[in-house]
């Protein structure tokens, strides 16, 4: 499947951290998202890529990574035509990575 890229300086933050309620339903704190086992959590204050992994990091969370298509249709119809970024980063010269290591 294919991933949404997003390069400009500055987008809004997406976290997403594990629910600890059921995969069937979610428990989320107030102002997250429940989906797939997974709690998410779209900023809108715009950041650079490295200020939204700071800000996810201090609430125990990650930048959103995509682990499915469903995943990827569901963050796309959430967001819409709004830019946040997601856990994938490319140095220069280097493959597309994600958050855990892995390559796109």
């Known amino acids: 499947f294919s991933v949404l890229l997003f390069t400009r300086s500055s987008d809004l933050v997406s976290c997403v951290i594990p629910s600890p309620g059921s995969h069937a339903v979610p428990y989320c704190l107030e102002g997250w998202v429940g989906y797939g086992g997974k709690c ?20 125990t969370a990650s930048l ?41």
């Open 40 to 59: 998410y959590y779209f900023s809108e204050e715009a950041k650079n890529w490295d200020a939204s992994q700071h800000f996810c990091s201090s609430v």
């Open 64 to 104: 959103a990574g995509i682990d499915t298509p469903q995943e990827k249709g569901f963050l796309m119809r959430y967001v819409g035509h709004i830019e946040h970024w997601i856990g994938l980063r490319g140095e220069s010269g280097q493959p597309w990575k994600w958050m855990n290591g892995t390559q796109l």
